[in-house]
């Protein structure tokens, strides 16, 4: 959207106070590593012979799909145990009929998870522990290694535990490094691209003994489309959990009206309950700019939302969970992908159906703490490359005029 990209990266108070927060996080996080992570073993059989645990958002959830396939395919869905965030449990529960699956939660607080913790101790998985305990959740507050160090466990891989073997110091120290500033942007999309798929695949091929490339474990879900549906569809998700990574309505406009240009497509703004104003106001304002075949709609479950994605002709999504989720269900998608985290969490593809989109900005890497008033690196992607890849992906007759890249 004709930003000049900035001569250079240079830190801004505003990080400056972050990275101190993170130095005293990391004194605080020791001690408590000291006075605390000391795991215990089981005292008699254990519970399982697997736990496994992602306590995360959706999107990140998804991503760890194939590996806790992998996991239980190897152990048995009854052997095993999810521990996973309590909002995540509707979206596992279907796909692990025969697994156990513990719905926890995060929290900022320390005493608040001490409670927590508290609250949970006579749960089996806590109070007789497992076999083998696999983390697969890579960027962890010390919150979360608490929750870890409270089931007892023989084994462990890819979390604290005393004594550590060199891999598993290794694969924690890897997972804790902070996300690093680009010199170059991301050329290629792929799964060999997203770290955190190659991080799920080494903690498993220790975990299970065997080699397990991270294209072995590429998510997929399967959702029959509606027997209802009708005509084209482009299904667009603006929303984020951080306000910082949605599709702005400015951008979302400029990139409708140059799809519109080449062919005549409905689109659907989708969004949770919680977004409900936000998505009806969007769509009111892109009609009244003369998009008149765009539409809201508020989904009530997660089911109903992947029902949606799945009935799409193509998807528009910015880096968030709809994101994995349309790529898992093998939609045609084109996201927008920012640089908070670079080279993490996206940029992975089930086939050349989905495609991740960037601007490669100096401060890339940021951890999403932004010094600019928006977010250059997603504002500043094409809107005309960006059209002529849903273009691309839309089976529809076109009006016979070419959107330029440029």
Known sequence: MGHEEPPSWTASPAHERQNMKLRRAALLRTLIYVACLRRKRPKTKPY???????????????????????????????NCVLVCWHKVKEFMAPRFPAMEIVGAQAFTNLFDTLLYLRSVKQHSIFSEGVGLLISLRHHRSMHHDLILSAIPAETTVGAPDTPLSDFEN?????????????????????????????????????ALGTNITPEAIVPCITCAASANNTGPKLVVTPFTGSAVRDISTAQLQEILSAVSKQCDVESVIVSSAADRNRSERMAAVLRAKGLLRVSSICTESLQQFIQILADATAVLTADSAPAHLATALDKPTVALIGGGQPGWFGYWRRSEKQVWLDHHVPCYGCNWYCIYNEAICITGISAKLAAAEIVRRLPVPTSGVEISYN
Do not use: W, Y
């Not at 991301?186 to 498993?204: F, P």
């Open 48 to 78: 399982k012979k697997c736990a496994i645990f992602k306590l995360d958002a959706l999107g990140d959830s998804v991503l760890a799909l194939g590996a806790i396939q992998s996991i239980t395919r190897h152990f048995g869905e009854e």
């Open 170 to 206: 290794d694969l924690i120290k890897k997972s804790l490094v902070r996300f690093d500033r680009l010199s170059k942007p991301i050329s290629e999309n792929g799964s060999d691209k997203c770290k955190e798929l190659s991080m799920h695949s080494a903690v498993i091929s220790c």
